[in-house]
């Protein structure tokens, strides 16, 4: 299948600091990307859609002014934690759509980035 | 996007079919099912998907019931591996293409 890589797997930062985790679509041009949130034994929170050369939509109760969201080419999604506090500690995963004939409108996922702030 | 109900865990020995449900019964017309599993602290990855006939892929099988009330994933031949939490979601291919996950089922392959 197609292949979504997600950087940096691991973040471990102090309160106050921002940090930037970049999605990228390997092998197919992903013009919708997404970006979930996802608690310790919880499902997956959709925070927003990254749509490339547009402003992202942000979900109900997500912050845009706090998870900074750039999708400046087809191939990659930026999402970054401004001035990250810990409760903003969570597992943050990508996910691009494979549309059309390649893939067969399949969202393909990153895996993941655990961000730990101290 | 319909709304999907499934059972919070299950077992299964391995080498056994494992057979997983899901109740869908608010799907519409255009929307199709999907299934992602997600193995623990890694990202979800898709098994399969279907609209109203039955699938098969090197993973997985999908049964959906003829008036597309329900659907089950089959995995054949579960391994230790197969253990993981499996997501059932409908959703149309038009519009935002949003993939929404509810809790899913805890499927627990034991040896």
């Known amino acids: 299948g197609a292949v979504v890589s997600q950087h940096p797997s691991r973040v471990i930062c102090k309160s106050g600091t921002s940090v930037k985790i970049e999605c990228r679509?390997?092998?197919?041009?992903?013009?919708?990307m997404f970006w979930y949130r996802q608690f310790p034994k919880q499902s997956l929170m959709l925070m927003a859609t990254s749509n490339e050369g547009s402003k992202a939509t942000y979900e109900q109760g997500v912050e845009k002014d706090k998870f900074l969201i750039n999708h400046a080419s087809l191939t990659l999604?930026?999402?970054?934690?401004?001035?990250?506090?810990?409760?903003?500690?969570?597992?943050?995963?990508?996910?691009?759509?494979?549309?059309?004939?390649?893939?067969?409108?399949?969202?393909?996922?990153?895996?993941?980035?655990r961000l730990s702030v101290l | 996007d319909a709304k999907t109900t499934q059972p919070p865990s299950m077992d299964c020995a391995e080498g056994r079919a494992a057979n997983l449900p899901c109740n869908h019964s608010t799907i519409s017309g255009n929307e199709y099912v999907y299934w992602y599993r997600q193995i623990h602290s890694q990202g979800p990855q898709y098994i399969i998907h279907g609209l109203k006939n039955n699938e098969t892929n090197e993973m997985a099988s999908l049964i959906i019931t003829e008036d597309r009330k329900s659907s089950t994933l089959i995995l054949p031949h579960a391994t230790l591996r197969d253990t993981a939490v499996y997501y059932c979601i409908v959703r149309a291919h038009t519009g935002g293409f949003k993939t929404i996950f509810g809790a899913g089922t805890r499927l627990f392959v034991k040896a």
Not at chain 1, 25 to 32: C, I, K, R
Not at chain 1, 83 to 106: T, V
């Open chain 1, 25 to 32: 679509s390997l092998d197919f041009q992903a013009t919708t």
């Open chain 1, 77 to 113: 999604s930026t999402l970054t934690v401004t001035s990250a506090h810990p409760e903003d500690s969570s597992f943050y995963i990508c996910s691009a759509r494979a549309g059309g004939a390649r893939g067969k409108n399949i969202q393909y996922f990153g895996a993941g980035t």
